[in-house]
C-alpha cells in the first residue's frame, strides 16, 4: 500500500520524504489556504520535492471550467493528479482529462456507487474520505471493504483506492487488510504510525541491559 501525505506543507512534505515516508501528496483548498501561499508556487515546490503524484484541486464547477484548469495545473509537472469533485461535471472532466493522459483524483466520494461512477469514469484514483463519515456515526471503513469488492468484481475498472480523511493509524491499518491501493495521511498521523509504548519500553530495557555488559559495538 503507498503513503500518500495529506498537507501542503512544503516542511512537512521534506522532512517526510526524507524519511522515505511519502508515495506521493495530496492536497485540497483547505490545505492551501493553511499555508497562506500561493497555489501554483507550492506545488512547483512539492513536485520538486517527490516523484510521485501530486493531487492539485480545480475549484471550477463546470466540466469546461474544470477541465481548463486541470490543463494548466497539469501543465506544472508530470506528475500532477488533477483534483475532481464527484458531481456530473467532475465526472465528465475526468473522462477528459483521463482521455488525455492526465492523472484524475476525484474526491468527496461518500457511497459505494459514486465510486462505482468514478471507476467508470476512468479515474486514476477515487477518494472516499472515511474519517467523515466516522463523524456521521457510519464506519468509514466499511465503504473501503464494499468498493475493493466493487473493483475487484470488474478487470474493466484500473482506479485505485486512495483512503482520505484519515484520522488515526487504526485507518491505516484497516486500510491494509482490505487491500486500499493508497492512504493520504496528515503529517501528525504519518509520525504516529511508528510509535508503540512497547517498543519504547523495549528498547529502553535492551540498552540499560547492555551497559551491564560494559561492551561497546564503535
Ligand atoms: O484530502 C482530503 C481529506 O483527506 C480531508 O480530510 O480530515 O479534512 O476530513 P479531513
Known amino acids: 500500500m503507498k503513503f500518500f501525505v495529506d498537507t501542503a506543507d512544503i516542511n512537512d512534505i521534506r522532512e517526510l520524504a526524507d524519511a522515505g515516508l511519502v ?26 520535492t517527490t ?36 458531481t456530473i461535471d467532475g465526472l465528465k472532466a475526468c473522462r477528459y482529462l483521463t482521455d488525455n493522459g492526465t492523472m484524475v483524483n476525484v474526491t468527496l466520494c461518500f457511497s459505494a456507487v459514486q465510486a462505482l461512477l ?9 477518494s472516499p474520505f472515511v474519517g467523515r463519515l466516522d463523524d456521521l456515526a457510519v ?8 468498493i475493493r469488492d466493487i473493483y475487484d468484481n470488474y478487470d474493466s475498472i484500473k482506479t485505485e483506492i ?25 503529517p501528525a498521523t504519518l509520525r504516529q504510525l ?12 535492551f540498552l540499560e541491559d547492555w551497559k551491564k555488559t560494559g561492551q561497546d559495538i564503535g
Open 139 to 146: 464506519d468509514g471503513m466499511e465503504l473501503i471493504a464494499d
Open 118 to 126: 468514478a471507476g467508470k469514469a476512468g479515474a486514476t484514483y477515487i
Open 162 to 186: 486512495l483512503v482520505a480523511s484519515i484520522r488515526n493509524p487504526t485507518h491505516v491499518a484497516r486500510a491494509a487488510v482490505m487491500g486500499a491501493d493508497v492512504c493520504t495521511i496528515p
Open 51 to 86: 516523484d510521485g503524484p501530486v493531487s492539485a484541486e480545480v475549484t471550477a464547477l463546470d466540466a469546461d471550467g474544470m477541465i481548463a484548469q486541470g490543463e494548466k495545473l497539469a501543465k506544472i509537472a508530470d506528475n500532477i493528479a488533477v483534483k475532481v469533485p464527484l
Open 194 to 205: 511508528v510509535k508503540h509504548p512497547l517498543t519504547d519500553k523495549g528498547l529502553d530495557a
Open 23 to 48: 508515495d506521493g501528496v495530496t492536497t485540497n483548498p483547505s490545505l492551501v489556504a493553511k499555508t497562506g501561499r500561493d497555489f501554483m508556487d507550492i506545488l512547483a515546490d512539492i513536485c520538486a
